[in-house]
């Protein structure tokens, strides 16, 4: 099978493919060997907060003490 790259760099997989994935949105891609794989993943919002939490240096402690903050007033 065929899947077309189109001007904007978007890629169409094709539905025989796909058929496989129902449900899944977002793919990993990585490049071996030459080749580019896709590798499904299913996002989920909590672990996406505590993936953006780590990237700004937050630690649970941080936030523990921010809600305890804001409760007092």
Not at 22 to 36: A, I, L, Q, S
Not at 53 to 60: C, D, N, T, V, Y
């Amino acid at each position: 099978m065929l899947a077309k790259l189109t001007s904007k760099n978007q890629l169409t997989l094709p539905k025989a493919i796909m058929a496989g994935y129902e449900g899944v949105e977002y793919f990993d891609v990585t490049t071996d060997k030459g080749r580019v794989v896709l590798t499904p993943v299913r996002l989920v919002q909590a672990d996406a907060v505590r993936a953006k939490l780590a990237e700004l240096g937050i630690s649970e402690d941080d936030v523990v003490e921010a809600v305890a903050w804001a409760r007092q007033g």
